[in-house]
């Protein structure tokens, strides 16, 4: 199975840090508006998700997620979940530690595409 969303090694070094502040997480892809298009993290069951969202996998440990509209767009695209210096203007956990997620994608191959994680409505995650 290819997986539709990876996670760098920094970015995990970040998860662990507000899972052990914070308890379990959930990440949601952010579809724009305010605080652009980034990865947004909250404690888990803080987030409120029904079938308009859409489970494509999990970064270490922690579900990750987006609107069905957004995954429509991205669908032929791999995720990867990184981190950098600076405050976004979200509410993601990680803003205060002066950093924060960030995406950067790639699309997958014909091959790579036959081989996708499947997606699971976000009413299954929650």
């Known amino acids: 199975m290819i997986q539709r969303v990876l996670v760098t090694p920094e970015a995990e070094a970040t998860i662990d ?17 305010c605080d652009g298009s980034s990865p947004m993290c909250f404690v888990s069951g ?3 998700l029904d079938d308009n969202d859409v489970w494509i996998g999990d970064i270490h440990g922690c579900p990750f ?4 509209d ?6 032929h695209t791999q995720l990867i979940v990184g981190i950098t210096k600076g405050r976004g203007s ?4 990680e803003i205060p530690m002066g950093i924060r997620f960030i995406i950067r994608s790639r699309l997958f191959t014909d091959e790579e595409l036959a081989q996708l994680q499947p997606v699971r409505k976000g009413s299954e995650v929650a």
């Open 17 to 33: 840090q507000l899972r052990e502040k914070n308890g379990p997480l959930i990440f949601h892809q952010s579809g724009g508006c």
């Open 46 to 48: 803080e987030m409120m």
């Open 65 to 68: 997620l987006m609107s069905n």
């Open 70 to 75: 957004q995954f429509e767009y991205w669908k």
């Open 90 to 93: 979200s509410f993601s956990l």
